[in-house]
């Protein structure tokens, strides 16, 4: 009989093993209905460092959309930092100032000071959407910001003042950069309050225009031209170009330009 040759008595075994690369892992799934994956995936790792360090021969990898999410966001910060460089390089060789591009670039910080607030009072996560929309915010705004610098700049090498030159700039552009403002921001509260079928998950990058474009352009039209007056108030006048033919430059020549 089995009882003179064996213990017989219940016991649990797992039903079947999972193997990633050939090594022995234990799934631990959580459904995260009415939470965002960010607070989420931090709750989760707070939790793995509380637990403290795990047993020899073991090791705790958080997997699933966590990863790819963290990639696309890290990703997504460093392609923006390049093209705010990018910008400020580009500007400073076409205004051949580098105090004029970074001028420009002054309308980035009401662009994401926007965008916080409107996120925070519809209570909106930052996202892969709302990511995107403040992209799309900072484009418009800075170049309706060199669109009232070039105005500007131009009366203020004429011979105007600085600060007559920036209230001449931003009253010769007021319409256009209310025309541009208003149309994209008109265009995004379809989206925002997302009207259309699955427009949940397009609304956040809907409001982060609206945020972001709305300050930048108060921003632009209100602060960009005292930030103009302060920095500009007791620049040359002539071009830093070495061109002698250039009549901006303090080298022209009036024979080698004819």
Do not use: H
Not at 37 to 47: C, D, E, F, N, Y
Not at 172 to 181: E, V
Not at 233 to 239: L, N, V, Y
Request: zero cysteines.
């Amino acid at each position: 009989m089995v009882r003179d040759v064996a213990q017989v008595r219940e016991g649990i075994t797992p039903g079947e093993y999972d193997r990633y690369n050939m090594r022995r892992l234990v799934s631990i799934t959580a459904n995260i209905e009415g939470e965002d994956l960010g607070r989420v995936i931090r709750r989760v790792r707070r939790a793995i460092q509380t637990a403290g360090e795990p047993p020899r021969g073991v090791e705790v990898d958080l997997r699933g959309q966590a990863v790819p999410m963290e990639q696309m966001f890290r990703g997504l910060t460093i392609g923006l930092a390049l093209a705010m460089v990018v910008i400020v390089l580009l500007l400073t060789a076409y205004f051949q100032s580098l105090r004029l591009a970074l001028i420009s670039a002054a309308a980035i910080p009401a662009v994401i000071a926007g965008v916080v607030v409107v996120l925070f009072l519809t209570g909106t996560t930052l996202n892969l959407q709302s990511f995107m929309g403040t992209i799309m915010a900072i484009g418009v705004a800075t170049a309706n910001a060199i669109l009232l610098l070039t105005f500007a700049e131009r009366s203020r090498r004429e011979g105007m003042p600085a600060p007559a030159a920036a209230v001449e700039g931003a009253q010769s552009r007021l319409r256009p950069i209310l025309m541009t403002s208003f149309a994209m921001l008109a265009g995004m509260v379809p989206m925002a309050l997302a009207l259309g079928e699955g427009g949940e998950q397009t609304a956040p990058l809907g409001w982060a225009v609206i945020g972001g474009l709305g300050a930048a352009t108060l921003a632009t039209l209100i602060i960009l031209p005292s930030v103009f007056v302060l920095l500009q108030g007791r620049a040359s006048t002539f071009s830093p170009s070495l061109n002698p033919g250039n009549p901006e430059s303090r080298l022209f020549d009036g024979n080698k330009a004819t």
